[in-house]
């Protein structure tokens, strides 16, 4: 539980930094857009697909509008009626679903 609200921190701080620099004008960087999965490194996107559809349809996932702290609660709602989820797997989906 800690360590999954740690992970989210996370992932919210990185999202966070990368949108800061993204604004700044005297950055020579290229622009790096947040993409899912990047701050665990795991694909969001399969992961929902794999793991949430085993009981529900994702419209029923898709009805709900999060942040990603709002998701990480959700998805240990779901880990509480047995979805098969690590905390490095609930952490990207919920990366990648705030991002939705
Ligand atoms: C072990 C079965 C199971 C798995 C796996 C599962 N869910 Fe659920 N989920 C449920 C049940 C039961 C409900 C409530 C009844 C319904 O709407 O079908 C629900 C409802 C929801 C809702 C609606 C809000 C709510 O709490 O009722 C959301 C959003 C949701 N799930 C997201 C997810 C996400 C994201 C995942 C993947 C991490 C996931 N679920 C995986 C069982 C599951």
Redesign the pocket.
Known sequence: MAKRFALVLLVLMLVATATACGKKDDTPAPEAPVTPGEATGLDGAAL?QE??T???SLD??Y??EQDAVG?AA??D???A?????TDEE?AA?AEY?SLQ
């Open positions: 929902l793991k949430c085993v009981c529900h029923v996932v009805a709900e998701w959700i998805i709602t779901m880990i009626r047995g979805a098969q989820v609930a989906i679903l």
